[in-house]
């Protein structure tokens, strides 16, 4: 009997280790089942031959500035990113305010500022390329048809995995005029001029303010498009403060982004789509997972975000790749590719 306190304190021992062991393993078993349901969705895409681990991209002109900044937005969760538009030469832009947004919409009036080709080559890309986190997309722009070929030369020497070429900015008309993206044969010849100097897959990024967005994309994939960033800014569009009895913006007018874009952003990517089945960065209005599912099922294969950071952070880019995977585990999506294109 004297032995039996011992025996009790080594069952109490036994029994507590036992419990120790089962807690560990329910979180094991939970955290391995959380990571199966997160392996069912494959949100992996190839566009133009890249892999992307995710269909989100940041736009152009968001954040875009330095390989630091890029770099930030992959760790985030981005797919891949875009770097700002990058010219010839040093381009100053537009005095500030050059920004502002409201619930519904977003204005900038940047006007394309850039340091120039020289410091992309001698610092973005070199930094960006030490341990890559994911494709780089360099966007670049001039204001010559044979300046952009010489440019898409150029930055191919940086080794960007594709190459867009932004002929529709709205907020510089006053300074360089109408864009290329406004004419069909300008844009037409743009693509040329870009596809006889590089070898890296060209995307041309379209403008919305055009009467048919499909047949200007028809015409540029007649001359070697490999694919399209859809849209680009709408407007330019105009805001007064009513107090001060002025516009917000120093430029006075600005490309209108954000939310209220989207519904042409889903219309102009599903003409783009239906007039050239090429792949698309479908970009406009992107707020969360569910839109980006949205511009996927009208044709895009990529989903550009840019002002979405403005609303939710640089960590609405992990968000909208989690609301992805849920609706695509909700619906039995196993693969997001299945979607692309669905809408008929």
Not at 70 to 95: C, D, F, M, P, Y
Not at 154 to 162: A, M, Y
Not at 187 to 196: I, N, R, Y
Not at 247 to 274: E, H, M, R
């Amino acid at each position: 009997m004297e032995e039996l306190p011992v025996r009790l304190e080594e069952w109490k021992w036994v029994f507590k280790k036992s419990l120790t062991k089962a807690f560990y393993l329910v979180l094991l078993l939970r955290f391995k089942v959380e990571i199966y349901i997160f392996q069912m969705v494959d949100l992996s895409v190839k566009f133009c031959r890249v892999e992307f681990k995710n269909p989100t991209v940041l736009a152009s002109g968001v954040l875009g500035v330095t390989a630091s900044s890029l770099k930030n937005v992959v760790r985030n969760g981005a797919g891949g990113v875009t770097t700002k538009s990058i010219w010839l030469q040093e381009n100053v832009g537009h005095k500030n305010p050059t920004m502002f947004g409201t619930d519904h919409y977003f204005m900038n009036a940047v006007g394309l500022s850039d340091a120039g080709i020289e410091k992309a080559l001698g610092e973005t890309f070199p930094e960006y390329n030490k341990r890559k986190p994911a494709p780089i997309i360099a966007s670049i722009v001039a204001v010559k048809i044979e300046d952009f070929g010489l440019l898409a030369e150029k930055i191919s020497e940086g080794n960007p995995d594709i190459i867009e070429v932004n002929i529709s900015c709205p907020n510089v008309e006053d300074k360089y005029g109408k864009p290329f993206a406004c004419s069909l044969v300008d844009a037409a010849k743009v693509t040329e001029a870009v596809k006889s100097r590089t070898k890296k897959p060209v995307i041309i990024k379209l403008s919305p303010n055009v009467n048919d967005i499909g047949e200007i994309a028809k015409a540029c994939a007649d001359r070697g498009a490999d694919g399209f960033c859809v849209i680009n800014t709408l407007g330019p569009g105009m805001a007064v403060d009513i107090d001060l009895r002025m516009p917000i913006l120093a430029n006075k007018v600005g490309g209108i982004s954000g939310p209220a874009l989207k519904p042409i952003a889903v219309k102009c990517v599903y003409d783009v789509y239906k007039a050239t089945g090429l792949p698309i960065v479908a970009t406009g209005g992107v707020m969360t997972g569910e839109d980006a599912i949205e511009m996927m099922m009208v044709g895009g294969r990529l989903v550009g975000i840019g002002t979405m950071v403005y609303y939710r952070g640089v960590s609405g880019f992990k968000k909208i790749v989690k609301e992805m995977a849920d609706w695509c585990d909700k619906n039995g999506i196993h693969k997001i590719e299945e979607i692309i294109g669905v809408v008929k």
